[in-house]
């Protein structure tokens, strides 16, 4: 069997680089059903199936592909929908190369490339769009009522999980989309946000009612959920911007990620002024750091129309934290990357407004405590890159404003909440909490898989009160 | 939801609004703020709570028309809606009875001030009021914070209206006749905040100013709102919005208010062209 298998995956249509350089529409354009196929053919059914064991919520993986190449799209659908609540956004999302894809025993055959899984998935998730909507009837939500903070891909997973097994849930959301970073902070030319309403829709019609321009701590306070819910789950992630607090960090231009994307997707900036939020239009960009958001800055700033935008990261690029194809969209589009460069100062005009950055050459030494190479600044290596706006992607701490109002939830030594990764539960026994939050920044698939056990959880939580 | 209750014109300009939201209403303190949309393309901005009625629900927003959000804001009538509206945001302001305290406002930032006046007042203070303005026309809320007053100075610069002079000409004057303050509230344009603050170091008075930065989500999320306080950066939406006046970088603070000033007139302008002014 293996002889026939294609060394590279099937050829999937993407935006020419130079045209979506300059639009905000997705970049990639899915497969064809014949193409897809043809792909889920690549497939060795593995009795093993290392790509399960790869999987953060373990879908069955070598399963949902085999109905897809049988061309039974409803089944491949429901063994998907067994294991994700958000198949769409995850097909598009999921760093796939470290997860299912990384172990994917086609991959490791010499001179191949592992089955395209996480297009495969975007394929069926998108093809069950495209079918007329089953009318939903919510089930009958008597068991007890839930309330649920944050709308990310933790809140919106358990909302949607325990309303299906008959709670009422009511999700409360700051801001005034629901969504959480696949709003707010993954653009729209990466993940459609049409797809992410779209999935929130879909909660909503199994009787989850989501409350935005609701803040829980301020609008509503800890102690009017908790008397009035019999649990409550905290997803407020990971979103407040660490700044590296260089000389001219609040110079005109400088930006944390987290403003320059939420203008951009939330606020629709790149729709000014028919939107009523601007952002700058820069010519000269630069970017710090290495991850997603970092590359989501970067190929923004393009889209806005920038000359020239570089990347400065201080590793190498075999530590670059973000998705790899995002990096290679990202070169593909005229992105320019400065690795082992780190910024030292922000300089600015007799305006205040930012001209240029000092940089330094770095370069690895002794591992650190992740095990990576520490990068070390190099001696008189300084130098001076120029640009009218910056764009610091270095990381994100806990939102704290509801930690700030509740004093009785336990963190930890870094200030996320303190829960069992397996059940959400923390030492409150009627607050669980998951996500961002609890793990610090990390992936929509942990988010979404630890909202899954979490929704268990707090089920025999309840049950077990009223038993 | 956020339906405008009543509407008044109180100055040139400045609209005093009751708008019905009643978790706001029931959760909010003086000091904090709200952050509001009039439209699904609409920009967020955030305005302080003058007033909050508990028991109706309502809370009471006084603004000045700067720009577009609030130019489109004062075309609002009576029982329209706003799209969005968010909070109550930021700290509440610490009230305790300090002895003699000085409340110093300016402009439409009266508006804040005055719910500070009022609590300080009823914890037992000794509250003396500057309020000052160009004009007297401009003076807003005068018999309201005289009301919980026990001393009540208006300056205008024309001298329309009580001294002629600027808020600090009034500071000095307290000081002169041996005024013992604990502690101010300066609340106003940003250049009286910043030269009241500087009075208010002067006569070794400490002193809350509130700060307007520009701000996005009001939630701690963006960092849009950063300001230097005492060489550190914050958050004016979470840590704030009051801080150590002594300790404002107010040039910087200066500074990043005008960030976006080409593309908010390029907004107000294509908004007075569709709505035809
Ligand atoms: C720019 C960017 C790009 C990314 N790219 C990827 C990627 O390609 N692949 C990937 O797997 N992951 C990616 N991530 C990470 C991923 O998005 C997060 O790990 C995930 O969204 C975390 O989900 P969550 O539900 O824990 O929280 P969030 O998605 O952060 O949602 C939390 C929500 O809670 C709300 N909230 C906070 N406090 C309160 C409160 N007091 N009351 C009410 N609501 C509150 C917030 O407004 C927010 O909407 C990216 C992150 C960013 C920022
Ligand atoms: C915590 C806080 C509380 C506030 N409370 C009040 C209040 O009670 N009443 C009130 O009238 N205003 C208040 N403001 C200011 C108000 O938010 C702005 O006037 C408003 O955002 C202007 O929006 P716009 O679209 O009409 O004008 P824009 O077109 O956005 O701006 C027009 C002009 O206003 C200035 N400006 C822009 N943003 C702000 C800002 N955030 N603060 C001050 N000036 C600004 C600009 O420099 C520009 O010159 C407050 C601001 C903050 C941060
Ligand atoms: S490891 Fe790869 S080839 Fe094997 S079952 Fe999984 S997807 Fe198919
Ligand atoms: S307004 Fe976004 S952090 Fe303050």
Not at chain 2, 105 to 126: H, T
Request: proline residues 5%.
């Amino acid at each position: 069997m293996a002889p026939k298998i294609t060394p590279k995956k099937t050829p999937i249509s993407e935006q020419d680089p130079v045209v979506r350089g300059k639009n905000f529409d997705e970049v990639c354009l899915g497969y064809t059903l014949d193409e897809a196929r043809l792909e889920a053919t690549r497939c060795l059914q593995c009795k093993t199936a290392p790509c399960i064991a790869g999987c953060p919520v373990a879908i069955d993986i070598p399963g949902f592909i085999k109905a897809l190449a049988e061309g039974d799209l409803p089944k491949s659908w429901e063994i998907l929908s067994d294991a994700t609540s958000l198949p769409a956004v995850c097909g598009r999302v999921c760093p796939q190369e470290t997860q299912c894809e990384g172990v994917c025993t086609v991959g490791k055959i010499k001179g191949k490339e592992p089955v395209a899984i996480g297009k495969l998935e975007r394929f069926v998730a998108d093809w069950k769009a495209s079918q007329p909507e089953e009318a939903i009837t919510p089930p009958v939500q008597d068991k007890g009522k839930v309330a649920v903070v944050g709308s990310g891909p933790a809140g919106l997973t358990v909302a949607g999980d325990l309303a299906k097994m008959g709670y009422k849930v009511t999700v409360f959301e700051a801001l005034h989309e629901p969504g959480g970073v696949l709003m707010y902070g993954i653009p729209e030319f990466r993940l459609p946000k049409e797809i992410v309403r779209r999935e929130i829709g879909n909660i909503r019609k199994l009787g989850v009612d989501v409350e935005v321009n609701a803040v829980v701590g301020r609008t509503v306070t800890i102690e009017e959920l908790r008397s009035q819910f019999d649990a409550l789950f905290i997803g407020t992630g990971a979103g407040t911007p660490h700044f590296m607090n260089l000389p001219g960090t609040n110079l005109n231009g400088v930006f944390s990620a987290s403003e320059y994307l939420t203008r951009i997707n939330l606020m629709h900036a790149y729709e000014f002024p028919v939107y009523d939020t601007p952002t700058k239009t820069s010519k000269k960009v630069v970017v710090v750091g290495g991850g997603n958001v970092a590359m989501d800055a970067a190929r923004s700033a393009l889209r806005l129309r920038a000359d020239k935008v570089t990347v400065v990261y201080r590793r190498s690029i075999e530590e670059l934290p973000a998705r790899i194809e995002e990096y290679h969209h990202a070169v593909e589009e005229g992105i320019v990357f400065n690795f082992l460069t780190n910024p030292v100062e922000y300089i600015g005009d007799e305006k205040g407004n930012l001209k240029a950055v000092r940089c330094i050459r770095m370069e690895l030494g002794e591992p650190d405590a992740s095990g990576r190479r520490r990068p070390v600044p190099i001696k008189g290596s300084e130098f001076v890159i120029e640009a009218d706006t910056v764009v610091e992607a270095i990381g994100q701490g806990s939102n704290k404003v509801l930690l700030n109002a509740f004093p009785e939830l336990k963190l930890n030594k870094w200030g996320y909440i303190d829960a069992d990764e397996k059940t959400g539960a923390t030492n409150l026994p009627d607050v669980f909490a998951g996500g961002d939050i609890v793990t610090g920044a990390a992936t929509v698939i942990l988010a979404m898989g630890v909202g899954r056990d979490a929704a268990r959880s707090i089920d025999s939580y309840i049950q077990s009160k009223k038993g | 939801m956020f339906k405008i209750l009543s509407k008044r014109l109180i100055a040139p300009k400045e609209y005093d609004i009751w708008v019905d939201a009643p978790r706001v209403a029931r959760n909010g303190k003086a000091g904090q703020f709200v952050v509001l949309r009039t439209s699904e393309k609409g920009e967020r901005i955030p305005l302080t709570v003058a007033e909050y009625d508990r028991e109706g629900g309502r809370i009471r927003i006084i603004f000045q028309v700067v720009g577009k959000t609030t130019m489109e804001m004062a075309q609002l009538k009576v029982g329209d809606s706003l799209h969005d509206l968010l909070g109550p945001l930021g700290n509440p302001s610490e009230i305790e009875n300090l002895g003699t305290v000085l409340m110093v406002g300016g402009g439409v930032g009266i508006a804040a001030l005055y719910p500070i006046v009022k609590e300080l007042k009823e914890v037992g203070n000794r509250v003396i009021t500057i309020l000052g303005g160009r004009t007297a026309d401009l003076v807003i809320l005068k018999d309201e914070c005289a009301a919980f007053s026990d001393e009540l100075l208006v300056t205008t610069d024309d001298g329309s209206e009580g001294i002629k002079g600027v808020v600090t000409d009034a500071m000095q004057l307290l000081a002169d006749r041996g005024e013992k303050i604990s502690q101010a509230w300066i609340i106003g344009p940003t250049i009286m905040m910043k030269f009241a603050s500087l009075k208010a170091k002067e006569l070794g008075i400490p002193c809350w100013v509130s700060l307007n930065p520009i701000m996005i989500d009001g939630t701690g999320m963006c960092g849009c709102c950063r300001v230097t306080v005492n060489d550190e950066i914050r958050f004016a939406c979470v840590d704030g919005p009051e801080f150590d006046g002594w300790g404002v970088n107010w040039n910087e603070f200066m500074n990043r208010m005008g960030q976006y000033k080409n593309e908010e007139k390029i907004s107000l302008e294509k908004y007075q062209s569709e709505v035809g002014e």
